[in-house]
């Protein structure tokens, strides 16, 4: 019995130690406070766009895209015109962060799912960071839900969904709070 214990309790640290034990409230999640990263999203056959997260306290992440007002036909195949994205992010282990962050789009003709009155916007990304945090790979997808409509209730149905966007992000630093003097 003594040794299962001992056994369960190397188990348990070695698991805390190389941070598989944090989460959302953990510590490894709290050191993206205060951070900017600037973001890179390639769609297939597309150029990339990119843009600023900004992972504020409370796990909330603000996003600013460098495409916002409009001009984006060469990096979403179409031309629209988004406001700022905030949401949460989530940390599941050392390396992986999740962040779901919702904005508006704007009414643009031609494209079925924004003709009415625009939608509201869901980017969900998928981010595995390097060990010391400075730079990441991952993956984005959005989807359009009707404008006045709750996007995280279960029964609501996107009128558009896309897959396939490819990221890197890098850690702009002497930018955090502890380099300034």
Not at 54 to 79: C, M, P, R, T, W
Request: hydrophobic share 30%.
């Amino acid at each position: 019995m003594q040794q299962s214990c001992v056994i369960l309790l190397l188990f348990y640290t070695i698991y805390f130690v190389n941070g598989y034990g944090y989460s959302s409230n953990g510590l490894y999640c709290s050191s993206f406070k205060s951070k900017i990263y600037q973001v890179s999203i390639t769609f297939p056959d597309l150029d990339p766009f990119y843009a600023i997260f900004d992972f504020q306290d409370n796990y909330k992440v603000v996003e600013y895209d460098n495409i916002g007002h409009g001009g984006s036909k060469a990096e979403l195949g179409v031309d629209l015109t988004l406001d700022t994205h905030v949401g949460y992010y989530a940390c599941h282990g050392r390396e992986f962060v999740h962040a779901s962050i919702a904005g508006w789009i704007y009414k643009t003709a031609g494209v079925p799912a924004l003709e009415d009155n625009g939608a509201l916007a869901v980017h969900n990304y998928k981010l595995y960071f390097s060990r010391d945090r400075e730079t990441c790979t991952g993956s984005m997808e959005y989807s359009f839900y009707k404008t006045g409509s709750d996007p995280f209730a279960r029964k609501n149905k996107p009128t558009l969904h896309t897959e396939g966007g490819v990221v890197t992000c890098k850690l702009l630093k002497y930018r955090s709070p502890e380099h300034y003097s």
